[in-house]
């Protein structure tokens, strides 16, 4: 998943990136409300996580913008501000929850999954397709009783395919849910991780099925 990441405090921020991005998750960090309305005229987020009190402005005023914009990417708002009515303010502005600061990085990666349970259903949940069980929480796809473990861009990926199937997915959708901005990535990247799910897809009924010229779709037999 592509997680928005909007703190001015820089060593808080490369914490948070260096968590996500360990789980497999595409993070671009915006130390600014400036920055954040440039990352998110130009990508799709499945869940931004947002500093109250900003160089250039309120958080709280900022989400309550984008919501009447029509964004409707969960929010996790994150601040040291702990009094009950900024919490209620925050919420009631359109936030899906509020983290006070200072915060367990482990803290934040479990609400972060509760906030996506919430919003996303499919996408956290244990999930039958064809032949197999996919459960992203223990990151592992169980084919005729054998389970098979998922590594972190793996695990992104077949989530992305297995919540919507037979849908194509061009490279260029694929890399913008996978990677941030700040990553390098080869123009072969995809076909790596999609080479490594086929092979842990061996034996299923569920394929992953190149479509010329337009991307990858999951499909079944």
């Not at 900024?86 to 929850?97: K, N, S, Y």
Request: proline share 2%.
């Amino acid at each position: 998943m592509r997680f928005l990441l909007v703190e001015d405090t820089a060593d808080l921020a490369r914490s948070v990136q260096d968590l996500l991005r360990l789980n497999g998750h595409g993070v671009d960090w915006a130390a600014s409300l400036a920055e954040a309305q440039d990352c998110l005229a130009a990508a799709r987020y499945d869940l931004i996580l947002l500093d109250i009190a900003l160089p250039d402005g309120d958080g709280r005023r900022f989400l309550a913008d984008l919501r009447r914009a029509g964004n409707d990417s969960p929010v996790i708002m994150m601040t040291a501000r702990s009094a009950v009515a900024d919490r209620i303010d925050a919420l009631d502005g359109g936030a899906d929850d509020y983290l006070t600061k200072p915060f367990a990085l482990a803290e934040l990666e479990a609400r972060a999954r509760a906030v996506l349970r919430r919003r996303g259903g499919a996408a956290q949940t244990v999930r039958q397709y064809a032949d197999l069980t996919f459960d992203p929480l223990t990151a592992t796809m169980t084919i005729a009783g054998e389970v098979r473990e998922l590594r972190n861009r793996e695990l992104r990926l077949f989530e992305i395919l297995v919540n919507a199937p037979d849908r194509i997915f061009s490279k260029d959708q694929l890399c913008d849910r996978l990677f941030s901005f700040a990553e390098s990535v080869s123009d072969n990247a995809i076909e790596v991780y999609v080479g490594r799910l086929r092979r842990k897809l061996d034996g299923s009924s569920a394929r992953i099925e190149t479509v010329r010229g337009l991307g990858y779709r999951l499909t079944a037999a």
